[in-house]
């Protein structure tokens, strides 16, 4: 266990290529689940846990690891399960996610699968537990999970989306009535974070919940609106997605002539481990990690007054 993230920095050729790590872990039942080794820290032996008054019945408590306080959290718990057993014999997931690092408490490890991003599928609808997952894949003949963590942080400690008042330009919210934007991004919670946070921008939003669909919608907004760029200036776009990532989401639209114009903003949790370099590869304008609203108006205000 101790050297299973040891080559997590040269993982960073997967990017752009339409795949990723997953490392897998149980939550106490025979289901697998998975996260993104680029979120990933660290992982350890569960160590002993102080309990704080007034947390979130889904902290189990408080992790001192190397000089931090980190908060961890009970991932079965969170995602509507019974709480974790035996937690000194279980791990926690090092991880961070929109600016700020926690610890999931899992029941185990298992270890680091390649997969590529087409075999990762939108969750089955019609089930409640569904409503936590961002995706699933199969792997060994069995179904994994992909756990929607930015929607247990928001029940746990929910995201403000409130853009400070003097962030948005009053003449460039009048000049955007008409115009449109988009949104593509597999949890809906980040999708609504998003909407609400560019809701003063006065801008039609539309919302892709992956890269395929993001694709497919602006092939069909791009026979209606020409030139494109000039309707809807700019994307935002999530990393993680099922069956197209966001960088292969990029490339795809910087190789089509009807759609290489759109400014395009990856909006992204992978805030900590991500290689800033992939950004220029693959041809998008600009990076943001996840959360900030007055950051992410501004970034599209800018961009959109450069397109007027």
């Not at 298992?110 to 939108?122: D, F, G, K, L, T």
């Not at 946070?197 to 602006?218: F, S, T, V």
Request: proline share 5%.
């Amino acid at each position: 266990m101790a050297g299973i993230l040891d080559s997590v920095n040269q993982r960073t050729q997967l990017v752009g290529q339409n795949r990723l790590e997953l490392l897998l872990f149980k939550l106490g039942t025979r289901q697998r689940y998975g996260i993104n080794v680029f979120k990933v820290k660290e992982v350890l032996q569960c160590p002993t846990l102080t309990a704080m008054p007034k947390r979130h019945p889904f902290i189990r408590g408080i992790a001192h690891i190397r000089g931090n306080t980190i908060s961890v959290i009970d991932m079965s718990l969170a995602t509507g399960g019974r709480a974790i057993q035996d937690i000194e014999n279980c791990f926690i997931v090092i991880a961070e996610y929109n600016r700020s690092t926690q610890g999931f408490l899992v029941s185990s490890v298992e270890r680091i699968v390649n997969v590529n991003w087409e075999s990762i599928q939108p969750p089955p609808t019609g089930s409640g537990r569904a409503s936590y997952l961002t995706a699933v894949t199969e792997i060994e003949k069995e179904l994994v999970e992909i756990l929607d963590v930015e929607k247990i942080l928001d029940e746990i400690n929910p995201v403000s989306t409130e853009v400070s008042a003097n962030v948005i330009h009053e003449e460039t919210a009048q000049a955007n009535v008409g115009r449109a934007i988009m949104i593509a991004d597999d949890s809906s919670v980040a999708r609504n974070q998003i909407k609400r946070a560019l809701a003063p921008l006065n801008m039609e939003i539309h919302l892709a919940r992956d890269g395929k669909e993001a694709l497919e919608q602006l092939r069909e907004l791009a026979a209606q609106h020409k030139p494109l760029h000039e309707w809807m200036p700019v994307l935002i776009s999530d990393i993680e997605m099922p069956e197209m990532d966001g960088y292969t989401l990029t490339a795809e639209l910087r190789n089509d002539p009807e759609l290489n114009k759109l400014h395009i903003i990856l909006h992204t949790s992978l805030s900590g481990v991500f290689n800033e370099a992939m950004v220029s590869k693959v041809g998008a304008n600009n990076f943001i990690p996840k959360f900030n609203p007055d950051e992410l108006a501004e970034a599209v205000q800018q961009a959109v007054e450069a397109a007027l």
